[in-house]
């Protein structure tokens, strides 16, 4: 299993421009939540789905927008980047059992600086 | 919605030593909490994780408690070695399926 993948690693925008990160998975996970992490504040959720074809907002949905069409795959899309969207994105996924949601996989991170 | 207050923020300890994070969580339906590591230029990773019906779980060296009425939960890392030293960051989820993380404790272990 190659587990969560993020597409690209780097990316470097222009202000205004637009753009998708790409996330999957391969291990079946029902939910999947994209997070942006700032130095000193730690991990903050944007969007999040619970399945195929649900998704709703996390804490700093703005400027954001998501969809899941498929199980596997969850994009992000960034309709006109600014400056402060300048971050490090995870993309992340788990699963649940009669105990309720279980650990949450991280994928490698998207380091997107917009000037 | 759910707030996750950790601290501290920085920790430096002598190799050998014990670290304590603590963390206090506003919701009271939340039901899980986990704890991630995270080292410099990589992705978080789970190392521990406690649910609500457990007051307290141990994996080695590592050790999570959980007080509900209180609303807090500890991180307690024994005979602490340099590899341990990374970023460490509480969560919790509550009823909702969002997991709000805490904002990070920077442990250093001095050999």
């Known amino acids: 299993n190659a587990g969560v993948t993020q597409t690209p690693k780097f990316q470097v925008l222009k202000t205004g421009q637009s753009m998708t990160l790409q996330c999957a998975q391969d291990?079946?996970?029902?939910?999947m939540s994209w997070y942006r992490q700032d130095p000193g504040m730690g991990l903050r959720l944007i969007h999040y789905?619970?399945?195929?074809?649900?998704?709703d907002q996390g804490e700093v949905p703005n400027g954001y927008n998501v969809s899941r069409s498929t199980t596997e795959d969850f994009p992000l899309r960034l309709l006109s980047a600014a400056p402060s969207q300048t971050s490090v994105y995870f993309c992340?996924?788990?699963?649940?059992?009669?105990?309720?949601?279980?650990?949450?996989?991280f994928g490698p991170g998207t380091r997107l600086t917009v000037l | 919605g759910e707030n996750v207050e950790q601290h501290p923020s920085t920790l430096s300890v002598q190799e050998g030593d014990s670290a304590v994070i603590k963390c206090t969580y506003s919701?009271?339906?939340?039901?899980?909490f986990p704890w991630y590591k995270q080292e410099l230029g990589k992705r978080p990773q789970l190392i521990i994780d406690i649910r609500s019906n457990v007051g307290e779980k141990k994996d080695q060296r590592i050790a999570v408690t959980l007080n509900k009425t209180a609303k807090h939960f500890s991180l307690h890392i024994t005979e602490t070695q340099p590899e341990d030293s990374a970023v460490y960051f509480c969560?919790?989820?509550?009823?909702?399926?969002?997991?709000?993380f805490g904002k990070g404790t920077l442990l250093t272990v001095n050999p």
């Open positions: 291990m079946n996970h029902e939910y």
């Open positions: 789905s619970v399945g195929a074809g649900i998704t």
């Open positions: 919701d009271s339906a939340s039901n899980y």
């Open positions: 969560a919790a989820r509550g009823s909702n399926y969002k997991l709000t």
């Open positions: 992340a996924s788990s699963y649940s059992t009669g105990e309720g949601l279980n650990e949450q996989f």
